[in-house]
């Protein structure tokens, strides 16, 4: 083959056929099928996918024959898939660039080559020869140990004449034989390839590369039966089952040997911050039950190297879902503060504690290189505490995989004086040696906070305000099927069309397209499987007249026009003024937003410098509700050059919240929106919900740490309280927010241009709302308000006959959140209910319930019952016991 054939984009395939003849005079030698494309390709070869091609990932050779025998056919067709993107997708200019519909891929060489081992291996050990010398320092005599035999080898070696080549590499040996003491660290080196489930590629490309790195594992696992191989995320799996069962079998087998390793336990490796508390467990329910029916077992870590965070519920989570181990190394991106450890115990806000580990080399794609070795010991912050760690290699992201040149490297490596141990290893027999070595280790408490990447907080908000709705649609869904089934009717639990439902919403958390650090092609699609969820609603409609009509008795709303100043004053009796005198609240504010280089993902603290408040009226305040049950007043902002504000804002008879129902066509450039509301309030510290709780982050900037956190993350509100009084700012779609001094500000909108040159450009609706409280935000109810928010009632037809009230469940201590109602995964007759404690307070709590219960019992987040776990039916109902935050399942078995 000497042409170049150029192929088109636009995520496209190309087949090629391709017929082989090996020349009789290459009897006995190794063969190889070289192809160069910068398209990602796979070798199909009796119907089967058996080697992945990726120029970018070092694979651009399918071995045919080791040593050309009689046996073997000499003839044979293969088909190459070729894939019209390369390993990062297919950018214009740059990697995270948006895809170029232009772009054209090149075939560059298609040929059948004769393979020289011996020359291969004598470089081998030149390469590690000379890294040795290069990298070891010159106080290490081992250095001039390695320079001097490599000089002997080039001496000893004559290219021209191959019976050289075993006595420079018996030279080579001599050094590679020569042992480590005792005391030297051991790296535990494991096989990995990373593959963002959307990211620069659409969902339906990560298919294919899955299929073509998971077979090249394959491939190098049958010539390297000690290679072991960690890959996370049950999705892949089983797209990989339902796409490539041929090679899923083979995967199969390889999981048995102890080969291909299972790893993380969730659905996909999800966005750490911004799921919900029931959409992490449904991660874990959901990627754990996949691993134990297909393979046999649960996995014992948590895997999540890349994510842009870690929650502080994180370790209780994981714990309930049989997990005590954890591993990422996305805290080494730290734009700011060093991470201080390296091997040590995360602690949540409940208390419950997991082992962590971070790859000292900072990376989960190595290449098995001296220099990474050497970094892995000398960037460990945890060295005499610990001497073992981990050593992830094989190309990532994109996916690839390892190399069989990783692996030559590793096991020259083995045990060579100077040089850490590195053996081959899995994460479980990594995890046992830290675990014996863990009485040293220091304890790291709350959140894991990447100081980086918090732009996506904001980032992308059709998707998080698509996750919000499909996280409380499939709440309400649950809770009236089960309470359906329950009370005796036909009704049948949706058991299928709900797993296939969570697994949609699941895989939209992954943490590249919940975040927003996608491609278009990825939010388009992620808006469509959030359309295909919101379209699930059993019915019902929006509160009518006669339902308001019920809260006669209620004080209504006044609204007052004040011409003077153009100000409406409007009252319910219920909420008090809160704003400093001479400040504005709601007040509009927008930023140049402009970051170093990760667009989507980053917003600088420089673009605090930038603030410009939004003052340019379109329309004027009015009033376009007079009072009664209801009062409201609205006005348009024109915001920078060509985008658009409407805003209503809502207060009704008896709400202590101000609501400010929002719509915004959003047509702007590397900006970024914020709304901002300066409180009559003085504290240091501000509170932010997570998942399942709450946690405290500072108002102030004294530290590094705390500057870092100038633009932090919650979920449905976050609240600033003195002793006596607080303001809570709720939403019900929104994530990004900050506290500084007394100005709570919620993140709104953002403009970046890659890798979606798009992003966010379109009509945008959500709403916040303001609430002063007396007390603290608990004494408030701060927190069921924000539900109150996010689950608005839903109205039936109902006919008139008088219906007799029912309860299906009662809780007896307003800290405890009764989340989610839903039917066991395994047992059709039983309800799982799961409860936590929301305040951070110790306390009995009884649940009360109509249910026909027969039997009781606490059970894991897997729902499977726990030791000793029986709870008695007493008239009060079931006695629960709970500290701060910890989060409780309960097994209710229904008489049938």
């Not at 390469?127 to 000089?151: K, P, V």
């Not at 806000?349 to 050497?374: N, Q």
């Not at 309860?807 to 989340?819: D, G, K, Q, R, T």
Request: aromatic share 10%; glycine share 8%.
């Amino acid at each position: 083959f000497s042409s170049c054939c150029l192929l088109s984009s636009r995520w496209e395939t190309c087949w090629f056929k391709v017929e082989l003849s090996i020349p009789p005079a290459w009897a006995g030698r190794e063969v190889h099928f070289v192809w160069e494309s910068d398209g990602e390709g796979m070798v199909w070869r009796d119907a089967q996918p058996v080697q992945g091609l990726t120029k970018e990932g070092e694979k651009t050779s399918y071995i045919l024959t080791r040593s050309m025998k009689e046996p073997e056919p000499r003839s044979l067709t293969l088909y190459v898939e070729l894939a019209c993107n390369g390993l990062f997708g297919a950018g214009k200019g740059s990697m995270i660039a948006p895809p170029d519909p232009d772009r054209r891929f090149t075939l560059s060489k298609a040929e059948l080559v004769v393979f020289n081992r011996d020359v291969y291996e004598l470089l081998m050990d030149l390469e590690i020869l000379l890294d040795m010398a290069q990298l070891l320092g010159e106080e290490n005599q081992r250095s001039f140990q390695a320079l001097y035999t490599a000089n002997q080898m080039v001496n000893t070696c004559d290219v021209t004449d191959p019976s050289t080549f075993p006595a420079a590499r018996d030279l080579a040996a001599a050094i590679f034989s020569q042992r480590n003491g005792e005391s030297q660290h051991t790296i535990h080196a494991v096989g990995h390839c990373h593959i963002d489930s959307a990211w620069l590629w659409p969902y339906e490309e990560t298919i294919r590369k899955c299929a073509r790195s998971w077979v090249t594992v394959v491939r190098l696992m049958e010539c390297n039966p000690e290679l072991t191989f960690a890959c996370s995320q049950a999705q892949q799996f089983e797209w990989v089952r339902s796409c490539y069962p041929g090679l899923y079998a083979q995967i199969q087998d390889f999981v048995a040997k102890g080969q291909f390793l299972p790893v993380g336990g969730t659905w996909v490796e999800m966005d750490g911050n911004l799921p919900s508390g029931e959409s992490m467990v449904r991660q874990f329910l959901q990627g754990q039950r996949f691993f134990q029916e297909q393979f046999g077992r649960i996995c014992s870590e948590f895997w999540l190297p890349d994510t842009f965070g870690y929650s502080a519920q994180l370790p209780q989570l994981m714990r309930g879902c049989g997990i005590g181990r954890f591993l990422t190394q996305k805290l080494s991106w730290n734009l700011v503060n060093t991470f201080p450890h390296h091997t040590f115990f995360w602690e949540g806000i409940d208390g419950s504690r997991v082992l962590t580990h971070f790859p000292p080399g900072d990376s989960y794609g190595m290449h098995g290189r001296v220099e990474e070795v050497l970094k892995t010991v000398k960037n460990n912050k945890d060295k005499g505490r610990v001497n073992h760690s981990a050593f992830l290699f094989g190309f990532g992201d994109g996916g690839g995989g390892p190399t069989q040149k990783m692996l030559d490297r590793m096991k020259r490596m083995t045990d060579t004086d100077g040089l850490p141990r590195v053996q081959i290893s899995t994460p479980d027999r990594l995890f046992s040696a830290l675990e014996k070595e863990s009485s040293q280790l220091c304890t790291w408490v709350g959140e894991l906070f990447l100081e980086l990447h918090n732009g996506t907080y904001t980032t992308q908000a059709q998707i998080k305000k698509g996750n919000r709705e499909c996280e409380r649609i499939l709440h309400d869904v649950e809770v009236l099927s089960t309470l359906a089934v329950a009370r005796g009717s036909t009704f049948q639990y949706p058991a299928s069309q709900l797993q296939r439902l969570w697994r949609l919403l699941l895989l939209n958390q992954f943490h590249d397209v919940l975040p927003g650090s996608c491609i278009q092609l990825v939010v388009e699609d992620a808006l469509q499987y959030c359309a295909g969820e919101q379209g699930v609603w059993l019915g019902g409609h929006s509160p009518s007249g006669a339902l308001w009509d019920l809260l006669g008795g209620a004080a209504g709303v006044s609204v007052l026009d004040c011409q003077e100043d153009g100000s409406i004053a409007m009252e319910n009796g219920v909420i008090r003024e809160s704003v400093p005198d001479g400040c504005c609240a709601n007040q509009f504010a927008l930023f140049d937003d402009v970051p170093l280089y990760w667009d989507a993902w980053d917003v600088m603290d420089y673009h605090l410098e930038t603030r410009k408040p939004v003052t340019t009226l379109l329309k004027p305040l009015e009033i376009t509700l007079a009072g009664g049950l209801r009062g409201s007043a609205s006005f348009s902002l024109q915001i920078g050059e060509s985008s658009t504000l409407t805003q209503e804002i809502i207060l009704d008879a008896t709400c202590p919240y101000l609501r400010f129902l929002t719509q915004v066509e959003w047509k702007e450039a590397h900006k970024f929106l914020k709304v901002e509301f300066p409180v009559q309030v003085q504290s240091t510290h501000a509170t932010y919900e997570i998942q399942f709780g709450h946690l405290q982050r500072p108002t102030h900037w004294n530290t590094s740490w705390d500057w870092a956190r100038f633009e932090v993350w919650a979920h449905k509100w976050l609240d600033l309280s003195e002793h006596g009084f607080g303001v809570a700012l709720l939403n019900d779609c929104k994530y990004g927010a900050s506290a500084h001094g007394n100005v709570l500000s919620l993140s709104l909108l953002r403009a970046p241009k890659s890798p979606d040159a798009m992003a966010d450009i379109t009509h945008h609706q959500f709403t916040y709302a303001v609430m002063p409280h007396l007390g603290s935000f608990q004494e408030g109810g701060v927190i069921q308000h924000a539900y109150n928010l996010n689950f608005p009632l839903h109205t039936v037809p109902a006919s008139p006959a008088q219906c007799p009230a029912w309860s299906a469940f009662s809780i007896s201590s307003p800290a405890v959140v009764l989340e989610t109602v839903k039917q066991a995964e395994d047992r059709p007759e039983a309800v799982v209910v799961r409860l936590y404690e929301a305040h951070g307070s110790t306390l009995v709590a009884w649940l009360q319930t109509s249910l026909p219960v027969q039997e009781a019992m606490l059970c894991d987040l897997l729902e499977r019952p726990v030791a000793q776990g029986r709870l008695l039916l007493e008239q009060r109902g079931l006695r629960l016991s709970f500290t701060p935050f910890r989060v409780l399942s309960v097994l209710l078995v229904l008489r049938q």
